[in-house]
């Protein structure tokens, strides 16, 4: 059963030596993400499950020990999520930088596994994985890794869209509040056109906690470059 989550964004410039100048100006983001991250390892899980938004390549199980870098962005940082044998394909971008906030927090409070969804997974197949992750121990935690909209100002990945400031303003009020019947009727299309890839990691979470009874609580909301960030912690 699902006993705690944490909602975290997944830019890279989380990561200060990735944003480099702009570093600071996420200092925010990274104190509230760490605060998420104490919840979960308050709740005692058995097991730690990462969900993000990944591409073609990304997408699947990602075991225990496997390996990701930033090198990609200009900088010469490589991470690992958790400990184990690891595999040769690496971690997505969005499973990279929960293993660097993992790495950061020092994580060793239960086993990780990592899961790569694809932005066209259908609703209902997100449900479904969560469902299969909340099932897979007695005391399940997940680190959902995703972003609101990429629509928010004229210099925003997707350009402006007047209806991003609303779709992200209903995710956060979801999220913060734990909303399951909410979460699961996320409108995909909209999400998608929108560029929100924080959907389908989103929806697995609703499946996961169905029936968990959490409460959760809204620790940062910000769009500093035209895309929704998010931080809730559920327990």
Request: charged share 20%; glycine share 14%; net charge negative.
């Amino acid at each position: 059963m699902l006993v705690a989550a944490a909602v975290c964004p997944c830019p890279p410039l989380l990561v200060p030596d990735v944003a480099a100048g702009a570093a600071p100006e996420l200092d925010a983001a990274r104190s509230a993400c760490a605060d998420a991250l104490g919840v979960l390892a308050a709740a005692r899980p058995d097991s730690l499950f990462v969900v993000g938004p990944a591409g073609q390549d990304g997408r699947g199980t990602h075991l225990a020990g496997a390996t990701g870098s930033f090198h990609g962005f200009g900088v010469d940082v490589d991470v690992r999520l958790g400990v184990g044998p690891g595999q040769e394909r690496p971690l997505p971008p969005s499973l990279a930088v929960a293993a660097w906030l993992l790495g950061r927090a020092q994580w060793a409070d239960a086993p990780v596994e990592g899961l790569g969804v694809g932005d066209p997974l259908a609703g209902d197949r997100c449900l479904a994985l969560g469902r299969e992750l909340g099932a897979r121990a007695e005391r399940v935690a997940l680190l959902v890794m995703g972003d609101g909209s990429a629509c928010r100002t004229l210099k925003a990945p997707g350009y402006l869209d007047e209806r991003a400031a609303d779709f992200d303003r209903e995710a956060a009020r979801v999220l913060g509040a734990a909303d399951v019947d909410a979460l699961k009727a996320l409108d995909e299309s909209l999400a998608y056109e929108l560029k929100a890839a924080g959907r389908a990691p989103w929806q697995v979470l609703a499946g996961a906690a169905e029936g968990a009874g959490l409460a959760g609580q809204l620790l940062y909301e910000d769009a500093p470059y035209g895309v929704g960030y998010f931080v809730a912690a559920w327990s």
